[in-house]
């Protein structure tokens, strides 16, 4: 017996979508002020609040994903592979990365508590290799 599973089809506003669209179509960690900017610049003014609105139900619908940095959130494209974030302390460059022995360690520290691990978020704080290097000029 074959079954086919069919998940519904998520109805999207036209704000929505433009709002989506601009994250998909991007590498970026967004935060809303920036979209709202972006949008604007495209000639799609859309509220602040709407911009919130639509990040959170985009969110909940799985169709992007979120950090939270100290100050804010940030969004983007949920359709990446698993990856972890550095964050530059100094001009906020988002810096994505994976590792597979920092995967192993995190399943394995999980396993040792008897901790069903159903997603993770790894967020390193430092100096970009840029900002380092005008350190030290």
């Not at 994505?96 to 022995?101: G, I, Q, R, Y």
């Not at 967020?123 to 030290?136: D, I, L, R, S, T």
Request: charged letters at 25%; proline letters at 1%; glycine letters at 6%.
């Amino acid at each position: 017996m074959i079954m086919i599973i069919i998940q519904p089809m998520v109805k999207l506003t036209a704000q929505r979508q433009v709002i989506l669209d601009l994250i998909n179509a991007s590498n970026r960690h967004w935060d809303a002020e920036e979209l709202s900017r972006a949008l604007a610049d495209a000639g799609q003014t859309i509220g602040i609040a709407t911009v919130y609105r639509g990040l959170s139900y985009l969110e909940s619908e799985g169709l992007i994903e979120s950090i939270q940095l100290a100050d804010k959130k940030r969004y983007e494209r949920a359709d990446k592979a698993h990856h972890d974030h550095m964050v530059c302390t100094i001009c906020g460059r988002i810096e994505e990365f994976s590792h597979a022995t920092i995967e192993a360690l995190q399943e394995a520290a999980a396993e040792k508590k008897g901790f069903a691990i159903s997603g993770h978020q790894l967020v390193m704080f430092g100096q970009c290799a840029h900002c380092v290097k005008e350190k030290q000029v």
